[in-house]
């Protein structure tokens, strides 16, 4: 008998195999995104590069959506995600490879944004088309349920592997998890449907708040993975306590998913857009930390608010998708990457790590156009 006919968090199989690799992949790369910016700045890259690397895997992001919409029309949504995963080895291998063999850093950043742009594609295509109406918001507070929980001590064990092995040893780690995160994937049919879309159809008859506010999640998005990290390494001079602080952070987030993750769904909007607002105010916050305390008390707070805003981009998104999910995703991915390209070459003009923070408190305040 198979025991996963039996076990369902919502009595969906479908979703149920999407949480368990997004969780997974949630956790790996928890090990590993926050210490990815200093691992090149301590290679001796200068900031230049590495805002050169994260331009550079935004661009091939959006790149790479449309071979993938084709990629899923001809073996499935779920069997692209799993053929994505040679590219995101492939990215992690050649990190490896960095001290040894100079290779051009922007390229391994493009590998890495291919990876992306075929993986989300996929995954939010599938959880539009598998997910049950009216319950989108509950759906998606599940899932960041489950990817805060395995996320969590994700930074400070990622930390520690740095400090008393090596970062090669986190990588190898890695990659056994994302290996592992696509055995779920295995266990149902793939559905292989037509692709029928076309730049204009992408674009036409979008709600223009919903485009302005995707493009705020793109100027938000780096904030957590590229500035907030350099800084607060400058302040604690730690990898462990910086881990420690990202891991204070998703796990209060992990407990304001649990109380607030269905608000989306009951319309309580005035309590999601106070929330993200207050996101939008503790970037600001952050141009004046200066002491680890205030660094642990920010990112608490804002550990609390955090799910309002991430919540309602992908709520929005699976409620609006319709039947070609495809397309609707397409046109949300390029948003979002049209504003994460905008910061980070507002980013390599300035090359100002405080810049970036006013960046993504502007971008959280768009996001509240989400709710429109």
């Known amino acids: 008998m198979d025991a996963h006919k039996h076990f369902h968090l919502l009595q969906n199989k479908e979703i149920d195999e999407l949480y368990i690799n997004l969780g997974l992949r949630a956790f790996s790369f928890g090990l590993i995104s926050i210490f990815i910016p200093l691992f090149l700045l301590n290679l001796g890259y200068p900031l230049f590069d590495v805002f050169l690397f994260f331009t550079a895997s ?200 649990i109380v607030f993750g269905s608000f989306f769904d009951k319309n309580k909007k005035n309590f999601i857009s106070s929330s993200i607002f207050v996101g939008g105010v503790l970037w600001i916050a952050r141009l004046l930390v200066s002491t680890t305390i205030f660094a642990f008390i920010i990112d608490a707070i804002h550990g609390l608010v955090k799910p309002s805003a991430e919540i309602s981009v992908d709520a929005t998104s699976y409620a609006n998708a319709g039947e070609n999910a495809v397309n609707y995703i397409i046109y949300r991915e390029v948003m979002i990457h049209l504003g994460v390209m905008t910061c980070m070459l507002i980013s390599l003009a300035t090359l100002s790590l405080h810049v970036g923070l006013i960046i993504a408190a502007i971008g959280s305040f768009l996001m509240i156009l989400l709710l429109k």
């Not at 992690?92 to 075929?118: D, K, M, N, R, T």
Request: glycine residues 8%; contains cysteine; hydrophobic residues 50%.
């Open 58 to 257: 935004s661009f091939c992001h959006i790149l790479a959506l449309v071979p993938a919409a084709y990629l899923s029309s001809k073996i499935g949504l779920k069997h692209t995600i799993i053929f994505s995963q040679p590219l995101i080895i492939l990215y992690f291998v050649l990190l490896f490879l960095l001290e040894s063999i100079p290779i051009p850093i922007f390229i391994i950043g493009a590998i890495g944004g291919a990876y992306s742009g075929i993986f989300w594609l996929a995954f939010h295509s599938d959880f539009a088309e598998n997910s049950d109406d009216g319950s989108k918001g509950k759906e998606v507070a599940i899932g960041s349920v489950i990817t805060s929980l395995l996320s969590a001590a994700a930074p400070v064990i990622g930390g520690l592997v740095v400090v008393y092995l090596n970062f090669n040893y986190l990588l190898n780690f890695v990659i056994l998890i994302l290996l592992a995160s696509v055995i779920p994937l295995l266990l149902t049919k793939d559905k292989k449907e037509s692709v029928d879309f076309s730049i204009k159809k992408i674009f036409a008859n979008r709600n223009k708040h919903h485009s302005t506010g995707y493009f705020g999640y793109g100027l938000y998005a780096r904030g957590f993975t590229v500035f907030w990290p350099l800084i607060l390494f400058s302040i604690v001079g730690s990898y462990v306590t910086l881990g420690l602080i990202t891991t204070t952070l998703l796990a209060f987030s992990f407990i304001a998913t």
